[in-house]
């Protein structure tokens, strides 16, 4: 935290009047269930992203130096309503426009970010660029939203200002992440609703697959439309089912006919997902870490099989955990088609594992993976800087 302000007086020649810090999140298990109203089990990790701030020299103009890529930035508060395709800045512009839909107003700021979260990599650097940003302009201007309301202004920069209809989950995890331990959430209220821990001994690994895939928002859009018509028509035939979250299994398959095919499958992955995240966390409350680790892979097949958002390089990450000795569950983490695999290993093993997991990736793919360890950390905080004030001397001389 001490550094951003370091960084912050350097290039403003002026000490931030707040910092914010916005954790990055993994999903461990509920893949796509977050808009289905449904559960998912998530952590923060220790990878943020920090800001600092303070209220601008030129009352309309914020400027922003961004030290992830050494860029700089700056526009315009009275020309927020379109965003720049491809622009980073989007981000903060959208945080702004969102709060200006809500009624709120601020003043331009002079802006520091610095990251250690992995871009677009599927650990929601996004979310945690909006949480931190949003969490500096609270502190800044006494901004009173509830956090709950904070995730949702981070959700609409992605859906309202840029046209991707996410969940709530990074956002949400990004906030109300809580160190060392898993949260399960509930998106039909909107709550975490429990905290579990990982059994000592065992770490999260990630795997960047480097994939990049061009379709990921026009796919994901429509894995939500799916899940949505599956939704409606069950819902004819049972006027109690809101969401997918209210779907069992055992309901679907008795009306499978209802559907499309491709409806069935992305909806078996939906409901599937909500199970196996309510028997997670009794696996993780009964110690029973291998039980939960097979839920994991068994995640990843329902990915692969019935919601098709993996991809070969995702399998092929998921399949040599299979085969490396230290892991006990691996499943891709976030949107899909592309992205992070997440990897659940025993710590004493992690780098060894890490190494040949990318050995054996490189040599398939030609491509070197990222390989990141994460600890589990808490979630997003700010706080006004004092500005340094000479105390007076009251020794007696
Ligand atoms: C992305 C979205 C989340 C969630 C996950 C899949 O990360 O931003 O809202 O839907 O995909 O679980």
New binding site residues.
């Given amino acids: 935290m001490t550094e951003i302000i370091h960084t912050f007086q350097q290039f403003f020649q002026r000490r931030p009047a707040v910092i914010a810090q916005a954790p990055g999140r993994l999903?461990i298990l509920?893949?796509?269930?977050?808009?289905n109203q449904g559960l998912?089990l998530s952590c923060a990790v220790e990878q943020h992203t920090s800001v600092a701030a303070a209220p601008a020299a030129d009352r309309n103009t914020c400027r922003i130096k961004d030290y992830r890529d050494d860029s700089e930035a700056s526009f315009a508060l009275d020309q927020l309503d379109h965003p720049n395709p491809g622009e980073w800045v989007n981000y903060l512009k959208g945080v702004i426009w969102e709060l200006n839909q809500r009624g709120i107003s601020v003043d331009a700021v002079d802006v520091v970010l610095n990251s250690t979260v992995p871009l677009s990599a599927g650990m929601?650097s996004s979310a945690a660029l909006e949480v931190g940003f949003g969490f500096a302009l609270k502190e800044l201007f006494d901004i009173d939203l509830d956090k709950t309301e904070w995730a949702k202004v981070g959700q609409g920069v992605?859906n309202r200002y840029l046209g991707v209809s996410?969940?709530?989950?990074?956002q949400f995890s990004s906030i109300y992440g809580a160190r060392d331990a898993l949260i399960m959430s509930d998106f039909r209220i909107n709550q975490v609703v429990k905290t579990v821990k990982l059994p000592p001994g065992y770490v999260f690994i990630v795997a960047n697959s480097m994939e990049k895939h061009d379709l990921v928002d026009s796919e994901y859009n429509v894995r939500r439309r799916d899940c949505e018509s599956a939704a409606a028509k069950l819902r004819a035939a049972d006027g109690s089912i809101r969401a997918l979250r209210d779907v069992s299994m055992a309901r679907l398959e008795a009306d499978k006919g209802l559907l499309t095919r491709r409806e069935y499958l992305h909806a078996r992955h939906i409901v599937g997902e909500g199970e196996r995240v309510l028997k997670g966390v009794a696996y993780l409350e009964q110690g029973d870490i291998e039980a939960f680790g097979q839920l994991l892979f068994e995640s990843h097949e329902s990915s692969r099989v019935n919601f098709e958002n993996s991809t070969r390089r995702l399998d092929y990450l998921v399949e040599l955990a299979k085969s490396i000795p230290g892991c006990l569950g691996a499943r891709l983490s976030?949107?899909g088609f592309g992205g992070i695999t997440i990897h659940l290993v025993e710590a004493g093993q992690a780098e060894l594992y890490g190494r040949r997991l990318a050995a054996a990736f490189k040599l398939q793919t030609g491509d070197e993976p990222q390989i990141i360890k994460c600890a589990i950390g808490g979630g997003a905080t700010a706080k006004k800087i004092k500005s340094i004030m000479q105390k007076p001397d009251t020794r007696r001389k």
């Fill in positions: 999903e509920g893949n796509h269930t977050d808009y998912v929601s992605e996410t969940g709530l989950l990074d976030g949107g």
